[in-house]
Structures are given as C-alpha cells and as structure tokens.
C-alpha cells in the first residue's frame, strides 16, 4: 500500500515537472522571437508609409536619394544600414544664364545708370556736369583713363547731335558703355576635347574671391551642357578645399582628384588630375589651385610649376582668373600679379551681385587685354553665367 501511494506521488511530481517546463519554455521562446524581431524591425526597410506620411518624408527622400530595393521579409538580415545615396542634380545649361540673372546684376549697379542718364539728360552740360559724369564713372571702379575716354566720346556726340531725348541719352550711353565692354577676343570657353584629349582649364585666384564655388559652378554649368568633366584639387594649402570642391563633383556626377596627404605638392595633384582626365577620356579637366599671394615669387614658383608639369601632358586650353568684384582696385593690383605671372585667358568676376560697382568689367579688360567670361551673380549653385555684354549694359541702365 505505501509503495503503491510513493508509486502515486512519484508520478504526480513527474508530471508537475513536464507541465512546468512545458508552461515555461513558451513564454521564454516567445521573449527571445520579440526581441528578434524588434532587430528585424530596426535593420529591415522602414515601417509601410501610410498615405497621411507620403507628403512629408516620401517627397523630401525622393529627390536627394536612390530609392533602396525592399527586402524579401524572408531574407531580412541584420546587417548595418547603407548609407543613403543622393541622386544625381541635372543643373540647367548655360544659356540664358545672364538674363536670367539680370535683376541681381541691375540691383547692384543701381546708382550708376541713372545718375549718368540724370547728368546727361540736364538742359545744360557745362563742364562741371562733365566733371560730374566722369567722377561717377571713376567711383564706379570704371578706371581713370576709361572714364576721360568716354566723357570726350560722349561730349562729341551731344555737340553732333544737338537735341537730347531721354531715348536718346539713353541710346548714346548704351552704345558708349557697349564700346567701352565689347572686346574682339572672343568670350567663348575652350572646353571641349580637341587632338583626342580632354580641354584643360586652370583655375587661378587669391583665395576667398570664391575661385573654388566657381569651379564647382562652372562643373555643374558645364554638366548642364551635357559634358563630362573631371576636377583637380591642386588648392592643397587650404584643408577644406578638396573636400569642398569633391562635394561639388560629387552632385552632378564629376569625379575629383585628390592628394590623402595635407600640403601636398599642387603641381603633383594637377598633374594626376590631367592624367586621369586622358585615361577616362573625359571632355573637360578643371584645375582648382591654391592663391596664396604672399609674394609674387611664391605664386610664380607655385603656379610657374603647376603650370610646367601639367604641359608634360597636355596644354593648357584656358586660365581663368578669378576675381572679387567687391574689391575694386584691389582686384586690379591682383590681376596684374597675375598676368605676370601665368597667360590668363579668361576672368571671371564673382560677387557681381554685391555691392560690386560695374565699372570693374571695363578696367580689368583694359588692364589686362583679356575678356571676361564668366560672372558670379550669386551664392547658388547656378549662379555663374557667361558675361554677355549687351544684357550687362543694359542691367547698368536699368
Ligand atoms: P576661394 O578661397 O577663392 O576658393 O573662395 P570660395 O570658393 O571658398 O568662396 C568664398 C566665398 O565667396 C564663399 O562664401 C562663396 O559662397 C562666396 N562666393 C563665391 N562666388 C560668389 C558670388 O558670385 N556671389 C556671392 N554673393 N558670393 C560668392
């Protein structure tokens, strides 16, 4: 009988046991599925998007990445999130840029224009009205020489013509500002590929004239125009150029090369950059460089060099010198270092939507005997149109 109730016992504590297991084990299976699954949920593709979300996050992803292919839930591993990639700008062609620019360059010059078309349009022009044109053209960083020029140009054609319209006045100075800013080398940029090779641009500058955005813009300009374009960071003095510049690329599909090393040789970096371009055969080689002007010997050495080892591999298309059109006077003693230093083909004035005065387009012509080809009408990544004389003389006159 005791054995039989010991039998009994053994048996209820045996099956106490299993069912204790049994109870436990599912609840510790289902913990570990939760946590599991809260992974799956961090590292799989986000939550479904509800109609009410699509407004905000689905239109501000869709423009600035590639959208990522969804997982098959069966095969979502937790593995680390790619890094977004951003879609590729299309940055609008050139064409059309000035005009379409031309209420920052007219917000700029204002006081210029109308005051020389006030003076000019008194009943009597005595020779302190004259006085009074001319120092408004000086004051406008037109220069002195160009500013006698245009006032006896201008006093010709009033004693020819006699009576002064408004439409008249306006008509003489238009063609008196157009002489004086038309120029026969031609404002065209050599960038196309020529002989089987890439045009190769050098980009020159004092640093903070914005030589660096410029190059950044003129890419994405010339992307805009359906070339592919390489970047050279040579500006290796300046730790965020490259970087900068790499950005830039970066948006509209442009490769940058670039030294690892801080202070790298520039001409070593420009060099690559050209050698690169000719492998890849790509159309246009945009050189950064860096604009130190403590002496004009360090930039002749500096640039001098850059300039001796690129044409080991190939000549050089064009010289864009870069200049602050804030900085008047300034600009100019800069231009001419320049000039003495490498053949500038082309200038390209920034921040001609500041308080630049308009002037400035003429007197750095005349200093250097080189067209400007370029403006920078703005911060923007489009702000960089092709100078086009007519639509600037007329921003002048309003
Ligand atoms: P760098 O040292 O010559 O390479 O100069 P950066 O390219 O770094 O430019 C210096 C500053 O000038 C930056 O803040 C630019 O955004 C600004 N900048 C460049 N071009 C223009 C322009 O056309 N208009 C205005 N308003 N700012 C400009």
Do not use: C
Request: hydrophobic fraction near 40%.
């Amino acid at each position: 009988m005791i054995a039989y109730i010991i039998l009994i016992v053994v048996i209820a504590l045996l099956l106490l046991g299993v069912g204790g297991t049994m109870l436990l084990r599912p609840r510790g299976m289902h913990g570990v599925r939760r946590s599991r699954a809260k992974e799956l949920d961090l590292t799989g593709s986000m939550p479904a998007v509800t109609d009410d979300d699509t407004g905000s996050r689905g239109s501000a992803t869709a423009t600035a990445t590639a959208p990522a292919p969804a997982a098959p839930p069966a095969q979502r591993a937790p593995e680390p999130a790619a890094p977004p990639r951003r879609a590729l700008e299309k940055p609008p062609p050139s064409a059309g840029r000035m005009v379409r620019l031309r209420a920052r360059l007219a917000r700029s010059q204002s006081g210029f224009g109308s005051a020389l078309l006030g003076l000019l349009s008194r009943d009597r022009l005595d020779d302190d009205t004259w006085d009074e044109i001319e120092e408004v053209l000086i004051t406008a960083d037109v220069g002195v020489t160009p500013a006698r020029q245009m006032v006896s140009d201008l006093r010709t054609k009033v004693k020819v013509e006699g009576t002064r319209t408004p439409e008249e006045v306006r008509g003489m100075l238009r063609a008196e500002l157009l002489n004086q800013v038309q120029t026969e080398a031609p404002r065209t940029l050599r960038t196309q590929r020529h002989e089987g090779r890439p045009a190769v641009l050098l980009v020159v500058g004092v640093n903070g004239t914005g030589k660096t955005t410029t190059v950044g813009k003129l890419a994405r300009s010339l992307v805009g125009d359906g070339e592919t374009v390489l970047l050279g960071a040579a500006d290796t003095f300046r730790a965020a150029a490259a970087d900068q510049l790499q950005t830039w690329g970066e948006r509209v599909g442009a490769s940058t090369v670039r030294s690892d090393k801080e202070q790298a040789d520039p001409a070593s970096v420009a060099f690559d950059a050209v050698s690169t371009g000719i492998e890849q055969e790509v159309d246009v080689v945009i050189i950064d460089t860096a604009g130190r002007l403590h002496t004009k010997n360090d930039l002749m050495d500096e640039l001098g060099k850059v300039k001796r080892v690129v044409e080991k591999r190939s000549a050089i298309d064009e010289v864009l010198l870069v200049l602050d059109a804030t900085t008047g006077q300034n600009g100019l003693r800069q231009a001419r270092v320049f000039a003495e230093v490498v053949d500038v083909t082309g200038i390209v004035l920034t921040k001609l939507d500041g308080t630049a005065k308009g002037g400035i387009v003429i007197a750095v012509q005349r200093e250097l005997g080189v067209p400007v080809k370029l403006v920078g009408l703005g911060e923007g990544p489009d702000d960089l149109a092709p100078f086009d004389a007519e639509t600037f003389v007329d921003a002048i006159l309003g």
